[in-house]
């Protein structure tokens, strides 16, 4: 017998501005009694769901559950930029683009596959533009060291053959209204997501066919003669597999612990302007979306819908062992995000903040996911590694895969990696990691 008592719940720091101004159209239900099933699913994001959807395709007569902690779209999911990337970049080293020819390549088909995965899914569903749009995105360069990685990056993907298009400060000042932007570098195959809305949709389009039950958290996990039983606050399942889904918190079921890096990452949206003459002399055309060209600077979206536009902005990160931050860390950051925007686009100053957040990101030292079979029945597919909107629907899909012993050269190519590596105990791990943040946050300068 194995019996898992989870140690903490997820919670979510501040409100995300994705979740707050998007729809609310799905209505979910709280699990009560005990409930029996083929496959468990823990976690209701991008891994949960995308692993839900691959069964589907695999075993379409199964009865599949998904237990969710908080309400869909709202944890961790709903908390990120909303970019869905194509062309690799690595977070944890602070460069777009890492390793050797090879296995670039290999991380640029996963990360396709993904995407193909996720549009075959929003086309199903009926998302719309605002919701799904392949629209690519920039690198977007604020300093001589920006334009510098940006050159960079653009030689590797001209060595890869891949599409990418130079823009100059003025082409940049045309697309944003800004000139604060040295110049951009922009690739066609990443798609803008509404994360929360994503989310919302995908799950109310497997509703038919998956039972999903919102603020169930799973509080201990047992496996007992051969089947696991999940149990929630008000009721259990029971199924003789399990994937979890739940990203950097396995390791508050009792996994990989010691070998995973929490990183939060702090975010803020505007209240809504006016999109035509104001908005569009302020902060230039209805809508773009910018990375950083030094990875620690800062991630900007403007979105606009029904006249009225907003701006996201996302920078700075911190190490920490806790779930939670405090009022006075959120608040800081806020006021970190003010200065970015506002060197950004004076025009703006007048327009307040109207949503601030926090989105935890899960990393390892040597750059893999966590992912397999942990015990008998039961499946991994977390870590994201910074790219969790892409990386947590691949692990989602190769979980699905894999537990229904599904053989493919793509599935063995995913699972052709380390375990995680071990951090240095607390608290040096606590302290180095904050010091090579914020010397990387130094480093970037203008770009964050």
């Known amino acids: 017998m194995i019996t898992r008592s989870v140690k903490r719940l997820p919670v979510e720091n501040g409100v995300s501005g994705w979740e707050a101004i998007g729809q609310r159209s799905f209505q979910t239900r709280s699990l009560e009694g005990n409930v029996t099933a083929d496959w468990l699913i823990i976690g209701a994001g991008f891994a949960g769901l995308s692993a839900a959807r691959r069964l589907l395709e695999l075993r379409p007569e199964d009865k599949i559950v998904i237990l969710e902690a908080s309400h869909v779209g709202k944890g961790t999911s709903g908390r990120n930029s909303g970019f869905m990337i194509d062309v690799p970049h690595n977070l944890s080293s602070s460069e777009y683009s890492s390793g050797g020819a090879d296995s670039t390549r290999l991380e640029m088909a996963q990360n396709r596959s993904a995407i193909g995965f996720a549009t075959r899914a929003a086309e199903e569903y009926g998302m719309s533009r605002e919701t799904f749009d392949p629209s690519g995105k920039i690198n977007a360069a604020a300093t001589a060291r920006g334009l510098g990685l940006n050159r960079s990056f653009g030689e590797s993907l001209k060595s890869a053959g891949e599409k990418h298009v130079f823009l100059d400060a003025a082409e940049m000042r045309d697309i944003t209204g800004s000139d604060y932007y040295l110049g951009g570098l922009f690739t066609p195959g990443a798609v803008l997501i509404q994360p929360a809305d994503y989310i919302r949709e995908f799950a109310a389009g497997l509703s038919p066919k998956v039972d999903i039950f919102a603020q169930s958290p799973v509080t201990s996990l047992e496996r007992r003669s051969g089947v696991w039983t999940a149990v929630s606050t008000r009721g259990k399942v029971t199924a003789p597999k399990v994937i979890l889904g739940v990203n950097g918190h396995i390791d508050d079921f009792g996994y990989y612990g010691g070998r995973l890096m929490h990183i939060f990452a702090y975010a803020s949206m ?80 007048g327009i307040a903040f109207e949503h601030s957040w926090a989105g935890r990101i899960c990393l390892t030292l040597n750059h893999v996911p966590a992912s397999g079979e942990i015990e ?68 970037a300068g203008r770009e964050g």
């Open 376 to 443: 008998e029945g039961l499946y991994s597919a977390c870590v994201e590694n910074g790219l969790g909107t892409v990386k947590s629907t691949l692990a989602g899909m190769m979980a699905a895969e894999l537990a229904t012993g599904t053989t493919s050269r793509h599935l063995e190519q995913y699972m052709d990696h380390p375990e995680p590596s071990r951090l240095p105990p607390e608290p040096l791990a606590w302290l180095g990691i904050n010091s090579v943040i914020r010397l990387q946050e130094l480093r």
């Open 270 to 349: 505007t209240a809504p302007f006016p999109a035509e003459d104001f908005g569009r002399k302020a902060s230039g055309r209805d809508r773009w979306a910018l990375l950083p060209a030094d990875a620690m600077g800062a991630t900007v979206r403007k979105i606009t819908t029904g006249g009225q536009s907003r701006i996201a902005i996302r920078t700075k990160y911190t190490y920490e062992t806790a779930v939670e931050v405090t009022e006075r860390r959120m608040a800081r950051m806020a006021r970190e995000h003010r200065t970015s925007l506002d060197a950004r686009f004076p025009g703006l100053k």
